[in-house]
């Protein structure tokens, strides 16, 4: 079984450019490292979409964090998720950097909620960008060991009997 290495880059939609280019440049002191420009097109299967710009912001490890400007009329779609539930976790090295961003970021006008102790593992901050995207800035102090896999298998096999005898 081939195990995907690392995540390339992840991709979220902009409705205002300048505002996330501000954001991830200045901010958080992301690269704008490449892009890609594609006219109106319908796809093999028969969808129409808009034209838009597809920009890469690289952090400090390499990968991606992406964005679609769509020009034109399109249907928007809700996720019709719990708000705090999807957000984009990344990492740094210290708890100096933690703090270092926490501040590059209030200086940048951002609201900034923590850091949250995470049971000593990861020490988070909490933010969104102008997309709405919810961002953590994490620093986790030590790798996922064997006892964590343990206490996950645990974990996730008595949430899934909970569950299903309703008592969450
Ligand atoms: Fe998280």
């Keep these: 079984m081939v195990t995907p290495a690392a ?13 996330t280019h501000a954001f991830w440049t200045k901010a958080l002191g992301a690269r704008l490292a490449g892009a890609v420009r594609q006219d109106a097109a319908i796809t093999s299967s028969g969808e129409s979409m808009n034209p838009f710009l597809h920009v890469f912001y690289e952090l400090a490890g390499g990968e991606c964090i992406a964005f679609f400007d769509v020009a034109g009329e399109y249907q928007a779609k809700d996720d019709g998720l719990e708000w705090w539930a999807k957000h984009l976790a990344l990492s740094v090295s210290s708890q100096e950097e933690l703090a ?3 501040q590059q970021l209030r200086d940048h006008g951002v609201e900034v909620r923590g850091p949250v102790d995470h049971d000593g593992l990861w020490y988070s901050v909490y933010c969104f960008d102008p997309n709405g ?7 986790q102090t030590r790798p996922l060991g064997e006892p964590d896999a343990i206490e996950a298998r ?15």
């Design 100 to 102: 270092a961003v926490a």
């Design 7 to 19: 995540m390339n880059h992840i991709a979220y939609q902009t409705t205002d450019l300048a505002a």
């Design 154 to 168: 645990s974990l996730y096999d008595t949430w899934l009997a909970d569950r299903a005898a309703e008592r969450v």
């Design 133 to 139: 995207v919810h961002l953590e800035i994490t620093h």
